[in-house]
Protein backbone atom coordinates (compact mmCIF):
# COMPACT_ATOMS: atom_id res chain seq x y z
CA UNK A 1 0.00 0.00 0.00
CA UNK A 2 1.53 2.88 -1.10
CA UNK A 3 2.16 5.87 1.60
CA UNK A 4 0.17 9.13 1.00
CA UNK A 5 1.95 11.85 0.42
CA UNK A 6 1.69 14.69 3.29
CA UNK A 7 0.49 17.95 1.81
CA UNK A 8 3.00 21.01 2.81
CA UNK A 9 1.01 23.90 5.00
CA UNK A 10 1.00 26.87 2.73
CA UNK A 11 3.38 29.20 4.43
CA UNK A 12 1.10 32.21 5.02
CA UNK A 13 -1.79 30.70 6.16
CA UNK A 14 -4.35 32.78 7.27
CA UNK A 15 -3.09 32.94 11.33
CA UNK A 16 0.34 33.81 10.26
CA UNK A 17 -1.21 36.25 7.83
CA UNK A 18 -2.83 38.14 10.90
CA UNK A 19 0.23 37.96 13.21
CA UNK A 20 2.14 39.82 10.27
CA UNK A 21 -0.21 41.86 10.22
CA UNK A 22 -0.39 43.49 13.55
CA UNK A 23 3.12 43.00 13.80
CA UNK A 24 3.81 45.49 10.75
CA UNK A 25 1.27 47.88 12.04
CA UNK A 26 2.99 48.03 15.57
CA UNK A 27 6.34 48.67 13.79
CA UNK A 28 4.48 51.18 11.72
CA UNK A 29 2.97 52.77 15.03
CA UNK A 30 6.37 52.83 16.20
CA UNK A 31 8.15 54.26 13.47
CA UNK A 32 5.76 57.05 13.34
CA UNK A 33 5.99 58.06 17.43
CA UNK A 34 9.99 58.16 16.59
CA UNK A 35 9.59 60.27 14.11
CA UNK A 36 6.75 62.46 15.79
CA UNK A 37 9.52 62.71 18.48
CA UNK A 38 12.40 63.62 16.32
CA UNK A 39 10.76 66.29 15.09
CA UNK A 40 9.60 67.65 18.55
CA UNK A 41 13.22 68.34 19.63
CA UNK A 42 14.48 69.26 16.49
CA UNK A 43 15.29 73.23 16.41
CA UNK A 44 12.66 74.44 14.17
CA UNK A 45 14.10 75.45 10.16
CA UNK A 46 14.20 78.95 9.93
CA UNK A 47 11.62 79.97 6.55
CA UNK A 48 13.08 82.43 4.49
CA UNK A 49 9.12 84.21 4.46
CA UNK A 50 9.22 84.57 8.20
CA UNK A 51 10.96 87.82 8.84
CA UNK A 52 11.08 90.31 11.96
CA UNK A 53 8.47 93.21 11.25
CA UNK A 54 10.41 96.26 10.24
CA UNK A 55 10.05 99.38 13.07
CA UNK A 56 8.80 101.87 11.71
CA UNK A 57 10.44 105.58 12.88
CA UNK A 58 9.37 108.74 13.04
CA UNK A 59 11.95 110.64 10.33
CA UNK A 60 14.03 114.01 11.12
CA UNK A 61 12.18 115.80 8.48
CA UNK A 62 8.88 115.49 10.55
CA UNK A 63 10.95 117.47 13.29
CA UNK A 64 10.93 121.26 12.66
CA UNK A 65 14.35 123.21 12.21
CA UNK A 66 13.71 125.61 15.10
CA UNK A 67 12.41 123.21 17.88
CA UNK A 68 13.66 124.04 21.09
CA UNK A 69 14.06 120.58 22.77
CA UNK A 70 13.95 117.27 20.72
CA UNK A 71 13.71 113.85 22.05
CA UNK A 72 13.37 110.15 20.55
CA UNK A 73 12.76 107.06 22.17
CA UNK A 74 15.50 104.37 21.60
CA UNK A 75 14.25 102.85 18.67
CA UNK A 76 12.88 105.80 17.23
CA UNK A 77 9.41 104.58 17.22
CA UNK A 78 7.88 108.18 19.20
CA UNK A 79 9.47 111.41 19.43
CA UNK A 80 8.83 114.68 21.09
CA UNK A 81 9.89 118.18 20.62
CA UNK A 82 9.12 121.53 22.19
CA UNK A 83 8.14 124.33 19.62
CA UNK A 84 9.12 127.45 19.16
CA UNK A 85 5.79 128.76 20.45
CA UNK A 86 6.46 126.66 23.38
CA UNK A 87 4.01 123.38 22.25
CA UNK A 88 4.68 119.93 23.47
CA UNK A 89 4.49 117.73 20.16
CA UNK A 90 4.50 114.16 20.21
CA UNK A 91 4.90 111.82 16.76
CA UNK A 92 4.89 108.44 15.47
CA UNK A 93 5.63 107.18 12.37
CA UNK A 94 2.04 108.14 11.27
CA UNK A 95 2.44 111.88 12.34
CA UNK A 96 1.32 113.98 15.42
CA UNK A 97 -0.15 112.37 18.18
CA UNK A 98 -0.38 115.13 20.68
CA UNK A 99 0.09 118.81 20.66
CA UNK A 100 -0.93 121.36 23.93
CA UNK A 101 1.19 124.23 25.48
CA UNK A 102 1.85 122.29 28.87
CA UNK A 103 4.36 125.13 30.22
CA UNK A 104 8.16 125.90 30.27
CA UNK A 105 9.39 122.54 29.92
CA UNK A 106 12.61 122.12 31.01
CA UNK A 107 13.12 118.36 30.53
CA UNK A 108 11.67 116.22 28.71
CA UNK A 109 12.46 112.18 28.42
CA UNK A 110 11.10 108.77 27.02
CA UNK A 111 11.08 105.89 29.56
CA UNK A 112 13.09 103.66 27.60
CA UNK A 113 11.18 101.58 25.02
CA UNK A 114 7.73 102.71 26.26
CA UNK A 115 5.41 104.73 24.64
CA UNK A 116 5.66 107.14 27.81
CA UNK A 117 7.21 110.53 28.16
CA UNK A 118 8.46 111.89 30.95
CA UNK A 119 8.48 115.92 31.60
CA UNK A 120 9.11 119.03 33.93
CA UNK A 121 7.78 122.11 33.62
CA UNK A 122 8.97 124.96 35.67
CA UNK A 123 6.92 128.37 36.59
CA UNK A 124 6.93 129.29 40.48
CA UNK A 125 6.89 125.83 41.38
CA UNK A 126 8.99 122.63 39.46
CA UNK A 127 5.95 119.80 38.50
CA UNK A 128 6.71 116.89 36.85
CA UNK A 129 4.34 114.83 34.54
CA UNK A 130 3.92 110.99 32.56
CA UNK A 131 2.44 111.45 28.86
CA UNK A 132 1.39 108.36 27.16
CA UNK A 133 1.15 109.11 22.96
CA UNK A 134 -1.07 106.52 22.77
CA UNK A 135 -3.32 107.98 25.48
CA UNK A 136 -2.52 111.58 25.44
CA UNK A 137 -3.50 112.78 29.10
CA UNK A 138 -0.28 114.26 31.04
CA UNK A 139 -1.01 112.57 34.26
CA UNK A 140 1.16 114.82 37.20
CA UNK A 141 3.21 112.77 39.55
CA UNK A 142 4.35 115.47 41.46
CA UNK A 143 4.71 119.21 42.55
CA UNK A 144 8.08 120.67 44.14
CA UNK A 145 7.50 123.93 45.73
CA UNK A 146 9.88 126.08 47.85
CA UNK A 147 13.79 125.74 46.83
CA UNK A 148 14.51 125.48 42.81
CA UNK A 149 15.96 121.91 42.47
CA UNK A 150 17.84 120.77 38.92
CA UNK A 151 17.14 117.32 37.29
CA UNK A 152 20.12 115.17 37.09
CA UNK A 153 19.30 111.97 36.26
CA UNK A 154 16.46 109.84 35.71
CA UNK A 155 16.27 106.01 36.05
CA UNK A 156 13.53 103.63 34.78
CA UNK A 157 13.05 100.07 35.58
CA UNK A 158 10.96 98.85 32.53
CA UNK A 159 10.17 95.39 34.33
CA UNK A 160 9.04 96.59 37.48
CA UNK A 161 7.57 99.82 35.82
CA UNK A 162 9.40 102.05 39.03
CA UNK A 163 10.74 105.70 38.01
CA UNK A 164 13.69 107.05 39.69
CA UNK A 165 14.59 110.97 39.76
CA UNK A 166 18.04 112.20 41.06
CA UNK A 167 18.30 115.83 41.64
CA UNK A 168 20.31 118.56 43.00
CA UNK A 169 18.99 121.54 45.64
CA UNK A 170 21.95 123.36 46.65
CA UNK A 171 24.45 120.96 48.00
CA UNK A 172 22.42 118.45 48.79
CA UNK A 173 21.17 115.55 46.49
CA UNK A 174 17.52 114.60 46.21
CA UNK A 175 16.19 110.94 44.78
CA UNK A 176 12.41 110.34 44.67
CA UNK A 177 11.22 106.72 43.70
CA UNK A 178 7.34 106.87 41.70
CA UNK A 179 5.19 104.37 40.58
CA UNK A 180 1.79 104.28 39.64
CA UNK A 181 0.38 102.25 42.63
CA UNK A 182 2.33 103.91 45.54
CA UNK A 183 2.55 106.99 44.00
CA UNK A 184 6.03 109.44 45.00
CA UNK A 185 8.67 108.76 47.47
CA UNK A 186 11.79 110.30 48.51
CA UNK A 187 15.19 107.95 49.41
CA UNK A 188 16.19 108.78 52.99
CA UNK A 189 19.50 110.32 51.95
CA UNK A 190 19.34 113.35 54.73
CA UNK A 191 21.91 116.19 53.55
CA UNK A 192 24.37 113.38 51.96
CA UNK A 193 25.44 114.38 48.33
CA UNK A 194 26.10 111.86 45.69
CA UNK A 195 28.65 111.78 43.23
CA UNK A 196 26.92 109.27 41.10
CA UNK A 197 24.39 106.39 40.85
CA UNK A 198 25.02 103.35 39.16
CA UNK A 199 21.60 101.61 38.82
CA UNK A 200 20.38 97.56 37.94
CA UNK A 201 17.15 98.43 36.41
CA UNK A 202 16.00 94.36 35.99
CA UNK A 203 16.54 94.23 39.75
CA UNK A 204 15.61 97.39 41.07
CA UNK A 205 19.44 97.68 42.79
CA UNK A 206 20.69 101.28 43.26
CA UNK A 207 24.13 102.07 44.43
CA UNK A 208 25.00 105.48 45.29
CA UNK A 209 28.26 106.64 45.90
CA UNK A 210 28.93 109.97 48.11
CA UNK A 211 31.49 112.60 47.09
CA UNK A 212 33.08 111.21 50.12
CA UNK A 213 33.25 107.60 49.05
CA UNK A 214 31.33 106.07 50.86
CA UNK A 215 28.94 103.32 49.38
CA UNK A 216 25.25 102.84 49.65
CA UNK A 217 22.65 100.28 48.42
CA UNK A 218 18.61 100.91 48.12
CA UNK A 219 16.75 97.69 46.99
CA UNK A 220 13.59 96.49 48.57
CA UNK A 221 12.43 99.50 49.78
CA UNK A 222 15.46 99.78 52.03
CA UNK A 223 18.71 102.07 52.02
CA UNK A 224 22.09 100.14 53.04
CA UNK A 225 25.20 101.25 53.76
CA UNK A 226 27.17 97.98 52.31
CA UNK A 227 30.52 99.71 53.61
CA UNK A 228 29.77 99.58 57.02
CA UNK A 229 27.66 97.68 58.74
CA UNK A 230 27.10 98.57 61.88
CA UNK A 231 24.46 100.98 61.20
CA UNK A 232 21.12 99.55 61.94
CA UNK A 233 20.34 96.05 61.98
CA UNK A 234 21.74 93.99 59.15
CA UNK A 235 23.49 97.00 57.95
CA UNK A 236 20.66 99.14 57.56
CA UNK A 237 21.74 103.07 57.36
CA UNK A 238 20.47 105.57 59.27
CA UNK A 239 20.69 108.30 57.40
CA UNK A 240 21.96 111.46 58.16
CA UNK A 241 19.20 114.56 58.51
CA UNK A 242 19.57 118.26 58.17
CA UNK A 243 16.66 119.72 60.15
CA UNK A 244 13.57 117.28 58.75
CA UNK A 245 15.70 116.89 55.54
CA UNK A 246 13.83 114.09 55.25
CA UNK A 247 10.58 113.08 55.44
CA UNK A 248 7.81 110.17 54.31
CA UNK A 249 5.96 109.82 51.58
CA UNK A 250 2.42 111.70 51.85
CA UNK A 251 3.36 113.77 54.90
CA UNK A 252 2.51 118.07 54.56
CA UNK A 253 6.15 118.28 54.35
CA UNK A 254 6.91 116.45 51.11
CA UNK A 255 6.00 119.57 48.90
CA UNK A 256 8.85 121.46 49.75
Known amino acids: MSSLKRKKRPFFSSKRRVWLGVLALVTTVQLGGLYGVDQFLRVPAITAAAKTPEIKTVKESAIPADAAQVTFNPDRRFAAYISADGELVLLDSEGEKYRDKVGNVTFLQWLGDTDTLFYLTQGSNLSGYLLRIHSPVPTRI ?72 EVWRYEHDRLYRPDSGQEGDNGQARPRRNSGADYPSGSGENEE
Open 142 to 213: HTWTGHRREIINTYFSPYLEFLYMEFRKGDVTEVYKYDAVDGISRLPLGDVRIDHIEYDDKLDVMKLTTDSG
